[in-house]
């Protein structure tokens, strides 16, 4: 599978934006396994109006946010650092990191694992994912080499010229970036989704496309 991340002209893309193929978000919830009869009563009064809410605190997030804000990732919206972050000062989100980064070596790579602790007083809401980046994904040990001809070539680094301190930090992002996500409820948006916001794939930050391929190619130089 070949991943090809083609950025906007006047927009950074970080390393964060890039899937993670080694991670398993986590989400850690507490409360009895069975409720009673009154309490789901309750619940099922009250859903209508909770969807509502829940819609409401969905749209308010989305309106602090920027079109460089999302990418678009693998045909679906997700949001960068500086989304995630703006959002959460919506929110008084504050993020812990609980667990690492720690580095796991796995033969031939290593990944790095972020556990973090996510809370917001003001939606009553708390979470804890887990974020995972390794050293052989195609953001930190490919490089496209231009060749003389104008042609270019694809590189892979060795394990030890990977930028380990980029992988690391990237694992934490990833983490953050998630359990925003999760306490919002910003989990499988579309982009038709968004596109009431002004948010569209064209306007967003940088694409990364998942494409199945038998031999290594260079990324498009296409712009959004």
Not at 133 to 144: A, G, I, Q, T
Not at 184 to 198: A, I, K, T
Request: include cysteine; charge should be neutral; charged fraction near 30%.
């Amino acid at each position: 599978m070949r991943r090809e991340l083609i950025p906007a002209d006047d927009v950074e893309v970080r390393g964060d934006l890039v899937p993670q193929t080694e991670g398993t978000q986590v989400v850690v919830s507490k409360g009895p396994a069975v409720l009673d009869v009154e309490r789901l009563r309750v619940l099922a009064e009250t859903a209508e109006e909770r969807v509502q809410l829940m819609d409401r605190i969905i749209r308010a997030s989305l309106a602090v946010c920027r079109p460089q804000d999302w990418v678009d990732l693998g045909g679906r919206p997700y949001p960068t650092e500086a989304g995630a972050e703006r959002m959460a000062r919506l929110w008084g989100i504050h993020i812990r990191v609980v667990e690492g980064p720690e580095r796991i070596d796995r033969g031939d790579h290593y990944i790095y694992r972020t556990k973090v602790h996510a809370r917001s007083d003001l939606l009553g809401r708390s979470t804890e994912v887990v974020g995972m980046r390794s050293s052989r994904d195609p953001f930190f040990c490919v490089r496209y080499i231009t060749q003389p001809d104008g042609t270019r070539r694809r590189e892979i680094l060795p394990m030890e010229a990977v930028d380990e301190r980029a992988v690391a930090v990237a694992s934490q992002t990833n983490a953050k970036v998630r359990a925003i996500g999760e306490l919002l409820g910003l989990r499988g948006l579309s982009w038709e989704d968004l596109e009431r916001y002004g948010f569209t794939p064209e306007r967003a930050a940088g694409r990364v496309v998942f494409e199945k391929t038998t031999t290594p190619a260079a990324p498009s130089q296409e712009t959004p």
